[in-house]
């Protein structure tokens, strides 16, 4: 792509993120994100407790609550992103790609946890602090990847959809 044009679709993104967002706005579902930070975070402390058990309860709900906020943005907010056309930085493969990533990160949290519980507090230090290591790569890839959508994938859907459009989608988005 040339530098002019490269410019343009950059600047395109900019404005689309200084827009003031619309009364219904997909920013709403930063309280998603938010929800799922808290309970990361309820989640590592348990583990700093070494209350291995409620530590596997609470992961389990992170990884439930991720996987429907995944379910959500793949299945109905995606396919309405792509009327937006090509936006730099904002290819709807980095946000899939970087959902598999946290699933399998999470996944993996999940399978060492029981494993951990069957030991002694003194074999499982070690492993622990191993845990929290992981812990550190996975808050920056969730904070590498709700920047993305916080600036460029919620904004643009605001971009693309009508105040009744989005109040619809945003029902689906929060069930009950
Ligand atoms: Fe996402
Ligand atoms: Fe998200």
């Given at each position: 792509m040339p530098v002019e044009r490269l410019l343009e679709e950059?600047?395109?993104?900019?404005d689309i993120s200084r827009q003031e967002p619309p009364p219904s706005s997909f920013l709403s579902l930063l309280e998603t994100h938010e929800w799922l930070?808290?309970?990361?975070?309820?989640?590592?402390?348990?583990?700093?407790?070494?209350?291995?058990?409620l530590a596997l309860q609470i992961l389990e709900k992170v990884e439930e609550g991720q996987r429907e906020h995944i379910r959500v943005e793949e299945e109905i907010l995606l396919?309405?992103?792509?009327r937006a056309g090509q936006i730099p930085g904002g290819n709807p493969e980095f946000y899939?790609?970087?959902?598999?990533k946290m699933l399998t990160i999470l996944d993996g949290f999940k399978e060492t946890l029981p494993r951990?519980?069957?030991?002694s507090p003194g074999e499982r230090r070690r492993e622990i602090i191993e845990l929290f290591d992981q812990g550190y790569w996975?808050?920056?890839?969730?904070?590498?990847?709700?920047?993305?959508?916080?600036?460029?994938?919620?904004p643009?859907?605001?971009?693309?959809?009508?105040?009744?459009?989005?109040?619809e989608l945003l029902e689906k988005c929060f069930p009950e």
């Open positions: 950059l600047n395109r993104v900019v930070d808290e309970h990361f975070l309820l989640h590592q402390e348990a583990l700093l407790a070494q209350d291995l058990l396919p309405v992103y792509a899939i790609n970087e959902h598999r951990l519980i069957e030991k996975f808050k920056r890839l969730l904070e590498h990847h709700d920047n993305r959508e916080e600036n460029i994938l919620y643009v859907l605001d971009g693309v959809t009508s105040e009744e459009e989005r109040e």
